[in-house]
């Protein structure tokens, strides 16, 4: 069972924000909602566990079967309630691992967040990774349909299996969620973005995938002043029992 809310700090306000004709629905949180922020003691604390908190979000998406409902519906709360427990249990994992001098940097690289998620993230399984030397603004959108046209491939072994993308550039992570069932793509976000704009969930039809990629890319300017060009995609799934 997904926890109730009423063992999280607080559920988070949020506002709603649509790009593209409503094409894209954007969900800005709070700005205490947000891996810096969020916590029991309600205080302020730098955090470095985004690649934790996005590999937990696709563990909990995944175990719960969580369904994604497109731009013109509302926004599932279970979405909103699994992704306070990643937040929360990704930093409580990384605090962990700091101080037990276990972290060989800062920020884990994917494989060191699966192994460190244990049990949860036990039947995750990377299909495949890569590093780009390449403007993130001109070439995320290509990169990302590449490998979805190979992962559909049919009698590949991903034909029909949602399709789990970690993003990390400017040493910040996020996830990107391909849902078959829903035909939608989500965006994961857990950093603070402004004084007033906290994590964010951006969803879209897979086919406008191509704009919401353009839209992440305005946002590392704009709150970031960030222009990758240089970042990895991971293309992960989960094993199926």
């Known amino acids: 069972m997904v926890s109730d809310c009423t063992v999280l700090p607080f559920f988070p306000k949020y506002d709603l924000e649509y790009l593209c004709e409503n094409k894209i629905r954007i969900t800005w949180f709070e700005s ?87 049990k949860e993230a036990s039947q995750m399984t990377e299909w495949r990774s ?19 046209r190979e992962w559909v491939k049919p009698k590949s072994e991903t034909e029909t299996l949602d399709m789990y993308i970690i993003l990390v550039a400017d040493s910040r992570t996020v996830l990107f969620l391909i849902q078959m069932k829903s035909d939608s793509v989500t965006l994961v976000d857990s950093h603070q973005h402004s004084s007033e704009k906290g994590a964010f969930i951006a969803i879209s039809p897979r086919s406008k995938l ?32």
């Open 32 to 118: 205490k909602f947000s891996q810096s922020h969020y916590n029991i003691h309600n205080t302020s604390k730098a955090s470095n566990a985004c690649t934790l908190i996005a590999v937990l979000m696709a563990s909990k998406c995944n175990q719960y079967k969580v369904t994604i409902n497109g731009p013109q519906k509302c926004l599932n709360i279970r979405l909103i309630q699994l992704f306070a427990e990643s937040i929360l249990e990704g930093n409580r994992i990384h605090e962990e691992l700091k101080q037990k001098n276990m972290l060989k940097h800062i920020n884990l690289n994917v494989p060191e967040a699966i192994k460190f998620a244990g």
């Open 130 to 148: 890569e590093v780009f030397m390449e403007s993130l603004n001109k070439s995320l959108f290509d990169n990302i349909r590449k490998h979805w």
């Open 210 to 241: 191509k704009l919401l990629c353009e839209w992440y890319n305005y946002v590392l300017s704009t709150f970031y002043g960030s222009e990758p060009s240089l970042y990895e995609l991971s293309f992960l799934y989960f094993k199926e029992n």
